[in-house]
């Protein structure tokens, strides 16, 4: 199928065209001609699938074919889209630019964490369609700066992720001021219990797509898996950078004091990193993601919940330097690469005792990750140790039964050494390059 199947108006279709885009994505496919023929919708779809583009399209048509070009006053906000952070606020406002271009629509973005004075100036000057986190939004409606009794299309985006942030009373909030008579449209990447209550209360005899399941991950990611002692983690991590060829790489945490006392160890090490999470203001997690796409900064170490909404160009190394305790977690973070048909390649480094969420991961995706057995900080993997992480302090069992082999400080890792120990392969000792 090519988007010309879609039904798509001329400036729509060009604007793809410009784009480079010709296939839609299944999402798409399943998702715009429901929204452009004014159904609700629930989507259960991951980030990377193309479900920006599978609402945003149908939003840009439908308000295009109702816009009256000899209207007159500020324009009233007909859609909304609300989602849980500034990336993704931004990463959404890009996607409106980019097919919106032949059309006369103006959106904006709003978020928190920055001054509202921009922010308020293109208000009031009028918008077709506003994207918001829902901290801003609620502010601004409550000093009067917004009114959404025009809305005619709401979207809620990664409901899941709102859950997580803590922001599902903020969505409640915002409901109870919507007009009654609304499309809704409600994406997310999983369906716990309190997200399919909170879809109830705002979908209407829904349709509903769901699309590449969450245990699914691409066959154009080579995954490997280092087991290693925690305290060898540092040193694992500066052996792989030490490989010219990776120019950026993203690298994840299960903390935020974690990813910080990452970036703090390679910084010493002269290796520019920076860390995005929570913890960050708005300003300085969006200036480390453009340093990152820049290539200015080589290692960007990212929490899961700030991780999403990351949308990088051929971002070729992702690194799990703590495995995540949540299996489809995994498929998350490693998703950030191999998008697009293009190639890419995800390390882990697991320790003793988070062998137990490697279990769960193994068993989710339905397959072994290749352990790459010979590096210089390899250990025996220990699975009588199922304690998970509790602490900063390993346990005395775990200590026992590491037996990281001793190397002279002259000795090097032998590049030709592949997963299998074989010398007639010619692979990278940690895995190879993606090429």
């Known amino acids: 199928m090519l988007f010309e199947s879609l039904n798509l108006i001329e400036p729509i279709r060009l604007a793809l065209a410009a784009e480079g885009y010709t296939t839609p994505t299944p999402i798409q496919q399943q998702a715009i001609p429901i929204v452009l023929a004014g159904k609700d919708l629930i989507g259960v779809a991951q980030t990377g699938t193309g479900k920006t583009a599978a609402f945003s399209i149908p939003i840009i048509q439908q ?23 500034r990336e993704l606020a931004i990463q959404i406002g890009e996607s409106l630019a980019a097919y919106g271009a032949n059309t006369d629509l103006k959106y904006s973005v709003i978020f928190g964490g920055v001054k509202q004075g921009k922010q308020t100036e293109e208000l009031q000057q009028g918008v077709d369609i506003l994207v918001a986190t829902p901290g801003r939004l609620l502010d601004l409606i409550g000093q009067g700066i917004i009114n959404l009794s025009s809305i005619e299309i709401f979207v809620l985006d990664e409901a899941d992720r709102m859950l997580d942030m803590g922001f599902v009373h903020d969505v409640k909030r915002l409901i109870k001021l919507l007009p009654t008579k609304r499309q809704s ?10 997200i399919v209550k909170l879809s109830a209360t705002i979908l209407n005899n829904p349709s509903s797509v769901s699309v590449t ?3 699914s991950t691409a066959d154009t990611i080579k995954q490997f898996l280092y087991h290693v002692d925690k305290k060898d983690k540092n040193a694992l991590l500066l052996e792989i950078l030490k490989d010219s060829n990776i120019e950026t790489v993203l690298v994840f945490t299960r903390t935020k004091h974690g990813a910080d006392k990452v970036v703090k160890m390679l910084s010493g090490k002269n290796i520019k990193a920076e860390a995005i999470h929570g913890n960050k203001a708005q300003n300085a997690r969006q200036r480390a993601l453009n340093n990152f796409k820049s290539k200015e900064t080589r290692v960007l170490v990212a929490t899961d919940i700030a991780a999403r909404g990351i949308d990088v160009d051929d971002l070729a190394y992702v690194i799990n330097y703590e495995i995540p305790n949540i299996p489809e977690t995994y498929v998350h973070r490693i998703g950030r690469t191999g998008r697009a048909g293009s190639n890419g390649i995800a390390f882990s480094f697991c320790e003793n005792e988070e062998l137990t969420y490697l279990k769960d991961i193994q068993r989710l995706i339905g397959k072994k990750i290749p352990v790459i057995e010979e590096h210089p900080y390899a250990v025996k993997p220990n699975y009588g140790v199922v304690a998970p992480p509790q602490n900063n302090n390993r346990n005395k069992e775990s200590r026992q039964n590491s037996n990281r082999p001793k190397q002279s400080n002259t000795s090097k890792p032998n590049p030709n050494a592949s997963t299998e120990g074989s010398s007639k392969s010619k692979k990278k000792w940690y895995g190879g390059s993606r090429k």
Do not use: C, H, W
């Open 213 to 215: 399941p969450v245990s």
């Open 185 to 194: 449209l409600f994406f997310s990447a999983t369906m716990p219990d309190e």
């Open 63 to 85: 308000l295009y074919q109702k816009v009256d070009t000899n209207r007159k006053g500020k324009r009233k906000i007909k859609a909304l889209i609300v989602t849980p952070t």
